[in-house]
């Protein structure tokens, strides 16, 4: 589905229909205390880095965008580097509960539902 493999999916993925790559930005920047602006930006710090993979990984799940339209949305990015994150934030959510949880809770906010 869009780029990840369905067995690096977690089982509450899916594509959610009204949930849109702006209100992603807009709630993964609040949440980290990030600008769009930064997190947009080419700086590859860490304190950046995190967010925009967590918001490049929620775009992918629960938007109908390509990887393409998504690099796009994220400071032109190419396709392989948001399937880099994409595939980074599933591996980590499989290791890391905090990040696991905090993808959850996003992903609730955002639709409604786990």
């Given amino acids: 589905m869009h780029g990840l493999q369905a067995s ?9 229909v009204g949930v849109t790559v ?29 967010p925009r993979h967590v918001a490049i990984y929620l775009a992918s799940i629960l938007t109908l965008k390509s990887n393409t ?5 994220f400071g032109n990015r190419d396709r392989a580097t948001i399937r880099f994150a994409q595939k980074k934030i599933a591996n980590w959510r499989l290791r890391d509960m905090v990040l696991n949880a905090e993808i959850r809770a996003l992903t ?6 786990i």
């Fill in 69 to 73: 339209e998504i690099g796009i949305l």
């Fill in 22 to 50: 702006a209100a992603i930005r807009k709630l993964v920047c609040s949440r980290y205390g990030i600008s769009e602006v930064e997190m947009c930006s080419a700086r590859m710090t860490s304190d950046l880095i995190r």
């Fill in 108 to 113: 609730f906010e955002l639709t409604g539902t």
């Fill in 8 to 16: 690096a999916m977690p089982a509450e993925s899916k594509v959610t």
